[in-house]
């Protein structure tokens, strides 16, 4: 079975600092890789995510995640964030078919400091 | 493309009535839609995955009589759930993938809705 692990629930940073979002996965067979971001009541936008191919995945705001296979994990970095990357980043993993579930980690809270 | 629509955004009900919400697919035909509840600073748990024209499928613990699922087109889902009681309120987001396209479907997310039982 599969399962997500993100391994901090918050993450404070000061604004213009670089930021690491952690994520480590486990599944039995070959898996699709996804970060969202959740906005206050709002629904989930897709950042980034991994199919197959290079394992540095760049996405949207800057965002990017490299997916190592050896350590099963798909860590999120930014190099500078902004005061609008407050957030909650939910890593997700799905495997490798078509219209498969998604599961989703607990998610991280990103509270950016002025 | 690939917007998913949801209907009503918020919704206010008294313990015991019923409460539907819809999930609508409004640029692309949705061969499969899932629904999804979270609550307060906790992650999306999903609830049922529903394709057009059968039966949806629940997860382990989630009350098939409680949570009617109808995905009567390809682009229209709906969530009843029936008799909320307070216990039900939640925010409840619908997903939906892409009919026709590579071996990898990716989901859409609608915008949630919601749901407080009083």
């Known amino acids: 079975a599969q399962s997500v692990t993100q391994l901090d629930s918050q993450v404070p940073v000061f604004e213009e600092a670089p930021v690491e979002l952690r994520c480590n996965y486990s599944?039995?067979?070959?898996?699709?890789l996804f970060w969202y971001v959740q906005y206050p009541n709002q629904g989930l936008q897709l950042l980034l995510k991994?199919?197959?191919?290079?394992?540095l995945v760049k996405g949207i705001n800057g965002f990017e995640a490299e997916f190592n296979k050896s350590q099963t994990s798909f860590h999120l970095r930014k190099p500078s964030v902004h005061i609008s990357d407050t957030a909650e980043y939910f890593c997700?993993?799905?495997?490798?078919?078509?219209?498969?579930?998604?599961?989703f980690g607990s998610g991280t809270r990103l509270s950016i400091r002025p | 493309g690939a917007v998913v629509s949801q209907h009503p955004s918020r919704v206010i009900c008294k313990s015991g009535t019923s409460v539907k919400i819809e999930c609508r697919s409004l640029?692309?035909?949705?061969?499969?839609m899932f629904w999804y509840r979270q609550f307060p600073k906790q992650s999306l748990m999903l609830m049922a995955t529903?394709?057009?024209?059968?039966?949806?499928?629940?997860e382990q613990g989630v009350e098939k009589d409680k949570f009617l699922i109808n995905h009567a087109s390809l682009t229209l889902s709906t969530l009843t759930v029936t008799s909320a009681h307070p216990e039900d309120s939640s925010f409840y987001i619908c997903?939906?993938?892409?009919?026709?396209?590579?071996?990898?479907?990716?989901?859409?997310f609608g915008p949630g809705t919601r749901l407080t039982v009083l």
């Open positions: 640029d692309f035909q949705a061969t499969t």
């Open positions: 997903s939906a993938t892409r009919r026709g396209r590579s071996s990898y479907n990716e989901q859409f």
């Open positions: 599944s039995s067979v070959s898996v699709y």
């Open positions: 529903s394709n057009e024209g059968s039966k949806a499928t629940y």
């Open positions: 997700a993993v799905s495997e490798g078919s078509s219209a498969s579930k998604i599961i």
């Open positions: 991994y199919l197959s191919g290079s394992t």
